[in-house]
């Protein structure tokens, strides 16, 4: 339990290993930085963003560089791009559950839910 991400790049069809993702906790208009890291081979964090103990009721954000990305894959994009930095505001409700915050992403579009 705790919380956790992974994103999937559904322009190549694999996981968006080497991305970089910052977590923060949110604070009505106000933003804190709590963690900086790249996904690894599976698109995933090595370790849970919080493990079941550290998991506190609240609100939080996840914001991905997709643009950087996309841009390491070599991928032509136009400047700007559509999508530079996806962010993902969430609430935590109940620190007794599991929230799995995935990404669908490419360089067009984008996709999240409540994973389990």
Sequence with gaps: ???STHVLDTMHGCPAAGMA???YATDGGQAALLQRLVLNHDGR???PLFDHASLRTGTYRLTFDVGGYFKS????LPEPNFLDRVS???GIAHT???YHVPLLVSPWSY??????
């Design 1 to 3: 339990m705790g919380l």
């Design 21 to 23: 993702v910052e977590l």
């Design 45 to 47: 964090t090595d370790a």
């Design 73 to 76: 894959r070599n991928v032509a």
């Design 88 to 90: 993902l505001d969430f």
């Design 96 to 98: 007794d559950q599991h």
């Design 111 to 116: 996709a999240t839910y409540r994973g389990s």
